[in-house]
């Protein structure tokens, strides 16, 4: 377990700060760490909602880029909701709700 707890918070760039407690981390920090958490047991589906929703327009960039790559690096689908049209171009299928309705 703790070699798997190191390999995802490697793959979310906090191996170093392993340590720390939440009230010492960062918004973006936290959000890492949260990641790490959900994927630590290798989910066939990855269930994301506003995953960047309290994050600057960077760290919102660095942790939906993350989620790409442990999606593709762990096999595993996620899916995100998001009011954030930058983070549309990194999905590969993308449908939208309008007033509680699938228009897309």
């Not at 960062?26 to 995953?51: C, K």
């Not at 593709?72 to 171009?89: F, I, K, Y």
Request: include cysteine; glycine fraction near 6%.
């Amino acid at each position: 377990r703790s070699a798997r707890a190191r390999d995802c918070l490697e793959a979310v760039g906090l191996w170093e700060r392993a340590g720390h407690f939440p009230s010492q981390l960062s918004g973006g920090e936290q959000q890492r760490v949260a990641i790490a958490r959900a994927v630590a047991h290798r989910p066939a589906i990855l269930f994301a909602d506003e995953p960047t929703a309290q994050l600057d327009s960077r760290m919102s960039q660095i942790v939906a880029d993350l989620l790409r790559k442990l999606a593709e690096r762990e096999g595993m689908t996620v899916v995100m909701t998001t009011h954030d049209p930058d983070l549309l171009p990194l999905a590969d299928t993308v449908h939208t709700l309008k007033d509680g309705e699938l228009v897309d």
